[in-house]
Structures are given as structure tokens and as C-alpha cells.
T-cell receptor, first 112, second 116 residues
């Protein structure tokens, strides 16, 4: 089955700096790669996703890149703000009714 | 995005009692629902997959007789933790996929269960 590795487990950045979180996956059949932000006591919220037919996607300060050959994808947050502080999870799934497999999460702290 | 509502958001119960958690898709038909469990400072671990009208498929190590899942309609799935014990205390999160949502999963807000 799918295995998703995520690094780093914790990340501290100064406000205004960029943050990068990286994930690798094992199943070449996976074709959907979402990123979730989870705040304390709440469910995960989708912040951006990318499909295997696209190499990069951007939404304002957030971007995701995908390298299918190397089986890795990354989340980039630019101009970080204190409200970006949360736990971020990457995930992967193949098509159909397959579940998402999550990485272990990255706790991002943005220091004002 | 689509809305998934989960209830209750938190529950405290005594050891040995049963607790039911509901997951509803409010504005779409959820053909498949997934139940995850999350322990503090850990990732989401899949417990089971349920398709409307059929029996749930449980992940290895998850007791199907302890965690009863019912997906009787396209908008509602329930998870019942039977004879709960303190080690069942966790954050339970459902997610739903619809026919028209290719790839995307929509998550509920989660239910925090504390067993005393």
C-alpha cells in the first residue's frame, strides 16, 4: 500500500520568511496530492491540492510542486504570518474509492 | 467546498458505555466515507472505509465489533464505539467523497472522545 513520508516534523520561521515542507510517496498509482492545515482541536482543512498531470499549482501565498518521477511533492508558503502557525499534513491517494494516506505532519511555528 | 458535519464535537463517557458519532454530508451525496482516528500529536490513521449500503472495510488492527460503522444513506454515516475504554479516547474524524468530486475528500470537524 501507499506510504507517505513528511519532513520536517517541526519548522520554525520568522514572520515574512518562506516555509517549505516536503513529502515523498511510494505508490506510483497515486494521482491526487492534497495538503491540509489542522489547527488545535479541529478537523483538517484543505488548503491546496495537485493532481499528477500538473507539476505546479499556486494560490496566493501557497504553492505546491510535484515531481512524479521522483515521487515527491512540496508545499511552499511565502510571506508567512503568525496565523499560518498550525500542523500541516500532506496526503496521497489513487483514483476511485481509495482513502487518503497521510504523512506524519509538520508543526509550523511562525514567530512574529 | 462541500460541507461535512460531524456530531458531537466532543463527548465524555464512562468506561463500558457506547458512544455514537454521526457524520453527515450536507450538500452532496457521499458515496464513500472514511473514518480516521488521531491521537495527540500524531497523524490521522485510517480506521475503516464505508460505502453506502454495504459493509465497512476495516484496516488491519481495527476491531470491527468494537467500532461499528453504518452507512445507511448517501448523506449519513455513523461510528459507534462499543464498550468504550480509556484507551479509546481519541479524536475521531470522518471524511466523505462524492460522485462528482474527483479525488477530493471533505473532512468533518472531528469528535473528541474522552472515556473516564
Amino acid at each position: 500500500g501507499e506510504n507517505v513520508e513528511q519532513h520536517p516534523s517541526t519548522l520554525s520561521v520568522q514572520e515574512g520568511d518562506s516555509a517549505v515542507i516536503k513529502c515523498t510517496y511510494s505508490d506510483s498509482a497515486s494521482n491526487y496530492f492534497p495538503w491540509y492545515k489542522q489547527e488545535l482541536g479541529k478537523g483538517p482543512q484543505l488548503i491546496i491540492d495537485i493532481r499528477s498531470n500538473v507539476g505546479e499549482k499556486k494560490d496566493q501565498r501557497i504553492a505546491v510542486t510535484l515531481n512524479k518521477t521522483a515521487k515527491h511533492f512540496s508545499l511552499h508558503i511565502t510571506e508567512t504570518q503568525p496565523e499560518d502557525s498550525a500542523v500541516y499534513f500532506c496526503a496521497a491517494r489513487a483514483s476511485g474509492n481509495t482513502p487518503l494516506v497521510f504523512g506524519k505532519g509538520t508543526r509550523l511555528s511562525v514567530i512574529a | 467546498g462541500a460541507v461535512v458535519s460531524q456530531h458531537p464535537s466532543w463527548v465524555i463517557c464512562k468506561s463500558g458505555t457506547s458512544v455514537k458519532i454521526e457524520c453527515r454530508s450536507l450538500d452532496f451525496q457521499a458515496t464513500t466515507m472514511f473514518w480516521y482516528r488521531q491521537f495527540p500529536k500524531q497523524s490521522l490513521m485510517l480506521m475503516a472505509t464505508s460505502n453506502e449500503g454495504s459493509k465497512a472495510t476495516y484496516e488491519q488492527g481495527v476491531e470491527k465489533d468494537k467500532f461499528l460503522i453504518n452507512h445507511a444513506s448517501l448523506t449519513l454515516s455513523t461510528l459507534t464505539v462499543t464498550s468504550a475504554h480509556p484507551e479509546d479516547s481519541s479524536f475521531y474524524i470522518c471524511s466523505a467523497a462524492g460522485r462528482t468530486h474527483t479525488g477530493e475528500l471533505f473532512f468533518g470537524e472531528g469528535s473528541r472522545l474522552t472515556v473516564l
